[in-house]
């Protein structure tokens, strides 16, 4: 019998072997370069930055960590960035920008590598740093809220740090009790690192300044606020504002109280110079003229050798020639012919009007003049107090005129 032949095993080609191998290679160069590609620096940036705009919860928990806190970052933590950003998306695509070329953005996000995929590439995540803001008002012992949620009260610099919030959008609220009103403010704010990090929140209040009789109490709504001050002037500030504030100045004068007519506060006067009507007050300017045209008759009258009566100037006296102080200064003008006293240029300076109750006014002046008597020179200076008055539509008249220290 003839033995049957065994047949040997069929080898693959070397070239199959080597083709498997070039394909197996190939793919493997194609994973990692799309690989690289989708997990490249930008392409996570961009992802990352995506999920804010369209505020995806994934994104959150799984991309971005809050410094200093622990647990998942979930889309209530994000609120305030995802509101900042959806409504300033070109800020968006400037941390987007800032995060690729420099890992971080000066407003407190910054990029970190937060372990690998696949072993191989690596994971980026978006860190954000919490901030604590100052919100300012302008009064202390204000109650404060964020988010509307109390953070506590301004202290006695007005003002109050609050505690550790995330960056992006907040609002802020400000309640106060003012002078017996309920205040309050609201406020939409953005709060970031390095900018925005104080906010003032202002309650309706205003501040204004004065002009009115040295010494003068300024009220509002029956509330002393302030002083005139020998200037003239004066200052109130943080009036809160109601439907009707009601502001005047007070002021005593000879034992009298005297009021001025009541002004109406609008926010237009605010930083305003508000001046006050007195119903008996005379003007500065018709005091100084009515006082120089009476020394400028007595500096004639002395100079002259007559009498006071020739210089038109009784008429301005209460009574005329009967008033005792008009006939105390026409002795005063004779003295001086007895005495050969010579007057020089006279200045006359009005110091002070203040209205009294009856229609009248007091006005201080100073009267001061360089004196000649023979050959020795002096000098004249003289104060005096003088009650004023004037009927409707009448000239003014001088009740009293007495000298005063």
């Known amino acids: 019998m003839t033995k049957p032949k065994h047949e040997q095993p069929t080898r693959p080609r070397p070239w199959k072997r080597i083709l498997l191998i070039l394909i197996l290679v190939v793919v493997a160069a194609g994973l990692l370069f799309i690989g690289y590609r989708y997990y490249a620096k930008d392409q996570q940036v961009d992802r990352i930055t995506s999920g804010i705009l369209n505020e995806q919860e994934k994104t959150f928990a799984d991309n971005v960590q809050i410094t200093g806190r622990t647990g998942t970052v979930t889309s209530d933590t994000m609120k305030p960035v995802v509101n900042y950003y959806q409504q300033h998306p070109h800020e968006l695509a400037v941390l987007k920008d800032q ?107 205003l501040s204004f300044r004065v002009k ?26 943080d009036v809160p504002m109601n439907q009707q504030n009601t502001t005047w100045l007070q002021v005593n004068v000879d034992g009298q109280t005297v009021r001025s007519e009541n002004r109406t506060l609008t926010k237009r006067d605010n930083g305003k110079l ?103 020179t002096g000098t004249l200076d003289n104060r005096y107090q003088a009650r004023v008055a004037a009927g409707a539509g009448q000239p003014l008249e001088i009740q009293t005129n007495q000298i005063v220290q």
């Open 212 to 237: 009115g009789p040295a010494g003068a109490e300024i009220y509002v709504n029956d509330q002393r606020r302030g002083t005139i001050a020998n200037d003239g002037t004066g200052a109130v500030t």
């Open 274 to 376: 508000l001046s006050y009507t007195f119903p008996s007050v005379v003007s500065k300017d018709d005091s100084f003229q009515l006082f120089q045209n009476l020394w400028t008759g007595i500096g004639n009258a002395t100079n002259l050798n007559r009498s006071l009566d020739d210089q038109n100037v009784a008429g301005s006296f209460q009574d005329g020639t009967n008033n005792p102080d008009y006939q105390a200064l026409n002795d005063v003008v004779k003295q001086n012919q007895q005495s050969h006293l010579q007057f020089g240029t006279i200045h006359l300076q009005i110091e002070k009007v203040q209205p009294l109750n009856d229609n009248a006014s007091l006005v201080t002046y100073r009267v001061q003049s360089d004196v000649k008597v023979n050959d020795t």
């Open 99 to 205: 995060l690729e070329q420099n890992n971080a953005a000066p407003n407190g996000f910054r990029l970190v590598k937060k372990g690998t995929y696949f072993g191989i590439f690596p994971h980026y995540r978006l860190a954000i740093t919490p901030i604590r803001p100052i919100i300012q008002t302008n009064a202390p012992g204000a109650t404060i809220k964020v988010d509307g949620h109390s953070i506590g009260q301004t202290d006695a610099e007005q003002q109050l740090q609050a505690p550790a919030l995330i960056p992006g959008f907040h609002s802020v609220k400000v309640t106060a009790e003012v002078d017996g009103q309920h205040l309050s403010a609201f406020k939409q704010t953005s709060f970031f690192a390095n900018e925005h990090q104080k906010v003032t929140v202002p309650l309706a209040m």
